[in-house]
């Protein structure tokens, strides 16, 4: 009962990055506008974010705009959303598995070992979807602060982090620690096993003579 425990709250935690990915990668505040320094002119607050952008008025009204062309989008956009489609797709994809591999699960119920490496599969599935977020949000973070720490990046056109990063880094770190959970307890299964050796022919000829 305590490895489909750690493999439930493996795939728990797993599943709630997937929702935090994909939180991530609908929301516009990948970056807001910044107010640092000599930027005083906080009428508006812009947003920017893979799929439109927003501003904010200070009367509460916001507008936002879908990107016009995808082929004028900055490749950090493109790229961006990218790692972010695989890994959501990536995690989808080993939901599925671990739906098969996990022992609270009856498919493969028959053949437990082929159901572990099933398990310790999607486990490996989950950990790299969550490295292709972690980068996604990691690249789109570091362009943020070179920006903002450009001395020739004028005032007023400075950015700081929105809380989609945020939001994208938790999911990243749940996604990656639930497919880790789901492998350490395949392999530890795995490695606690004693190997078994078949009967001798031996000792059930020896029976024989004796009778």
Do not use: H
């Amino acid at each position: 009962m305590a490895n489909a425990g750690i493999q439930l709250l493996g795939f728990t935690l797993a599943f709630l990055g997937l929702i935090g990915t994909i939180v991530s990668t609908i929301m516009v505040e990948w970056k807001a506008s910044s107010y640092a320094g000599d930027n005083i002119i906080t009428a508006q607050a812009l947003y920017e974010g893979l799929w439109k952008t927003c501003a904010s008025q200070s009367t509460g009204q916001i507008q936002c705009k879908v990107y016009d062309s995808l082929l004028q989008l900055p490749g950090l956009v493109l790229g961006t959303r990218g790692l972010m489609l695989c890994s959501i797709l990536l995690s989808f994809f080993a939901m599925l598995v671990e739906a098969v591999g996990m022992r609270c699960t009856t498919c493969m119920a028959e053949t437990p070992e082929q159901k572990d490496k099933v398990a310790l599969a999607g486990g490996i599935m989950f950990i790299f979807a969550g490295l292709l977020a972690l980068v996604g949000t990691s690249w789109y973070g570091n362009r943020i602060a070179r920006d903002f720490y450009n001395p020739f990046t004028p005032t007023n056109s400075k950015f700081e982090f929105g809380s989609a990063l945020f939001v994208g880094w938790g999911a990243a770190c749940l996604v990656i620690i639930g497919g880790g959970f789901l492998c350490s307890n395949c392999s530890s299964k795995s490695s606690g096993k004693s190997p078994r050796y078949p009967p001798t022919s031996s000792s059930s000829q020896s029976g024989r003579d004796y009778v």
